[in-house]
């Protein structure tokens, strides 16, 4: 099993940034892809970003160079830097873990809003 707990989100208002926390804890020698998404009320959730074994990193099409994803093995920790904050970015962020399983955090509230 793997626990996966978010922080850092909050209401910023836009052109802001935010840096999102994923803490992770248990069986996580088996993670291979760590990632975050993101759902607004009414939406479906989607990706925001991956991050795999080796670095590679990809982005959701709307990120457009906004986010960064990053992780620190040593603390076991996930993060996504997002700057230039719009309104369209408000939603519940998760953080995800794959290896093992599939597991994910109980989210951050992001809101974005003057």
């Known amino acids: 099993q793997v626990q996966l707990v978010e922080s850092g989100g909050g209401l910023v208002q836009p052109g802001g940034s935010l840096r999102l926390s994923c803490a992770a804890s248990g069986n996580i020698k088996r993670i291979e892809i760590m990632g975050w998404y993101r759902q607004a009320p009414g939406k479906q959730r989607e990706m925001v970003a991956h991050i795999y074994s080796g670095d590679y990193k990809t982005y959701g099409e709307f990120v457009k160079g906004r986010f960064t994803i990053s992780r620190d093995n040593a603390e076991n920790m996930l993060y996504l830097q997002m700057n230039n904050l719009k309104p369209d970015d408000t939603a519940v962020y998760y953080c995800?873990?794959?290896?093992?399983?599939?597991?994910w955090g109980q989210g951050t509230q992001v809101t974005v809003s003057s």
């Open positions: 995800r873990a794959l290896g093992g399983g599939d597991y």
